[in-house]
Antibody, heavy 120, light 106 residues
């Protein structure tokens, strides 16, 4: 059974960089059938896609966040990571990682999510 | 592409038929997926391609629509169905957007 687990600091200071890692187990991160993504959910609000990376090495980010977001992968550790720079209180959210299927772009497996609070 | 769900919330009783609507501001063919989320949990994937049920999802859930207008229907609401439901478009892959959610309450 595929499992994803987010990890990283739960508290980040304003203007600093948020860094999270997603560890994938029970399946391969190296697959052309799927890609991998990050989604966030501010408290009490809806879901926002942050970005994704593909087996090909390409990464794509939400245009509203693009200049601040970096997604990278370490296939040897079955991990992919998210960095968001210059954070503000508006970046406070539960951050999820997920697998994305093809061709319908469904987020079929999710991590449990991790709350990141931006506060001094 | 913007996705708009209606209503934002609804109250229903056990056994009720519940319908949630999701509208795209541009045509997305059938590139529409549905999720269920309970408090403090990750979303659960329910339906893909507008109407195809994910394996293991109860048959009381169904989806329909194409183009810009879509619906999620729960034919007979069960206690475990009280949750928030989200639609998500994948027509503009690799960029995705979600609806704002519909909360189904008792």
């Amino acid at each position: 059974q595929l499992q994803l687990q987010e990890s990283g600091p739960g508290l980040v200071k304003p203007s600093e960089t948020l860094s999270l890692t997603c560890t994938v187990s029970g399946g391969s991160i190296n697959s052309s059938r799927y890609h991998w993504g990050w989604i966030r959910q501010p408290p009490g609000r809806g879901l926002e896609w942050i970005g994704s990376f593909y087996y090909s090495g390409n990464t794509y980010c939400n245009p509203s966040l693009k200049s601040r977001v970096t997604i990278s992968v370490d296939t040897s550790k079955s991990q992919f990571s998210l960095k968001v720079t210059s954070v503000t209180a508006a970046d406070t959210a539960v951050y999820f990682c997920a697998r994305v299927g093809s061709p319908w772009g469904e987020f079929d497996y999710w991590g449990q999510g991790t709350l990141v609070t931006v506060s001094s | 592409i913007q996705m708009t769900q209606s209503p934002s919330s609804l109250s229903a009783s056990i056994g009720d038929r519940v319908t949630i609507t999701c509208r795209a501001n541009l045509t997305i063919n059938s590139y529409l997926n549905w999720y269920q989320q309970k408090p403090g949990k990750a979303p659960k994937f329910l339906i893909y391609a507008a109407s195809s049920l994910q394996s293991g999802v109860p048959s009381r859930f169904s989806g329909s629509g194409s183009g810009t207008d879509f619906t999620l229907t729960i034919s007979s609401l069960q206690p475990e169905d009280f949750a928030t439901y989200f639609c998500q478009q994948s027509y503009s892959t690799p960029v995705y957007t979600f609806g704002q959610g519909t909360k189904v309450e008792i």
